[in-house]
């Protein structure tokens, strides 16, 4: 059975960090590649990040290059977003993104809010 399941989300403050996670299971992790989306409320899901099977390439939305960093460990089978100097605009419903041709399976979100 596919599973993905995020976590770390919460409550952060303008300027803060927050790293979210997103364990697989169920499909051969190392060769998808994954990304990671977000919807904000009213909003269509947008991509946020993406990364390689291999790691070895990364791309970003241009409002959060400079700011966040997707990683990938392939032997625990976790893709990461470390998110730094968060902003109101940044919050939304973080959900990640597996995709290996025709497959995609998608995660349940984790909340993320940036309030002071």
């Known amino acids: 059975q596919v599973q993905l399941v995020e976590s770390g989300g919460g409550l952060v403050q303008p300027g803060g960090s927050l790293r979210v996670s997103c364990a697989a299971s169920g499909f051969t992790f190392s060769t998808y590649g994954m990304s990671w989306y977000r919807q904000a409320p009213g909003k269509e899901r947008e991509l946020v990040a993406s990364i390689a099977s291999s790691g070895s390439s990364t791309d970003y939305k241009d409002s959060v290059k400079g700011r966040f960093t997707i990683s990938r460990d392939n032997a625990k089978n976790t893709v990461y977003l470390q998110m730094n100097s968060l902003k109101p605009e940044d919050t939304a419903v973080y959900y990640c993104?597996?995709?290996?041709?025709?497959?995609?399976?998608w995660g349940q979100g984790t909340q993320v809010t940036v309030s002071s």
């Open positions: 993104r597996a995709n290996w041709g025709p497959y995609i399976y």
